[in-house]
C-alpha cells in the first residue's frame, strides 16, 4: 500500500481511493453467490490497484448490500476517469455485475480526508 500522494519510483504520485458499489439483490437470490462472485473478480481489482475487498451486507434489509474496494490510482488516471471507465478489462467485469445484479448499481468514490 502507498500513502496518500506518495511519489513512486518512476516518479508517479499515487492517489488512495475507496470505491462503493451500493445494490440490492432479488429477495430469492443466495447472498453466497454474490461472495463467490467476488472471489472470482480478485484478480480484475489488482489489474486497477485494489488492496482490499470488503462486502457488507445490512442487518436490517438482508437483499441491500455494500461492496467495498480500497485501491491505489496513478494520479493521472484521476484527473481522467474516463480512460479507466474505457478499459476493455473494466468494461468486461462491469459487464458480470450487471448479469449477475439486474437492479441498479449505485457506485461512489471516496478519497480518505483524515488518517
Same mark, same amino acid.
Given at each position: ?9 518512476d516518479g ?16 430469492? =437470490? ?5 461472495? %463467490? $462472485? ?6 480484475? *481489482? ?38 479507466? =471507465? ?5 468494461? %468486461? $467485469? ?6 449477475? *445484479? ?14
Amino acid at each position: 500500500m502507498t500513502k496518500q500522494g506518495e511519489t513512486r519510483v518512476d516518479g508517479a504520485t499515487t492517489l488512495n481511493r475507496t470505491l462503493h458499489l451500493r445494490f440490492t439483490l432479488p429477495t430469492t =437470490a443466495d447472498p453466497e453467490q454474490v461472495v %463467490a $462472485f467476488i472471489k472470482a473478480a480478485q484478480p480484475y *481489482f489488482g489489474l486497477f490497484g485494489g488492496r482490499e475487498v470488503r462486502l457488507l451486507q445490512n442487518v436490517d434489509y438482508p437483499s441491500q448490500f455494500i461492496q467495498i474496494l480500497d485501491y491505489d490510482v496513478h494520479e493521472s488516471f484521476e484527473s481522467s476517469r474516463q480512460q479507466i =471507465a474505457c478499459d476493455p478489462r473494466l468494461q %468486461a $467485469f462491469l459487464q458480470g455485475w450487471r448479469q449477475m *445484479f439486474p437492479g441498479t448499481i449505485e457506485v461512489d468514490v471516496f478519497r480518505e480526508v483524515t488518517t
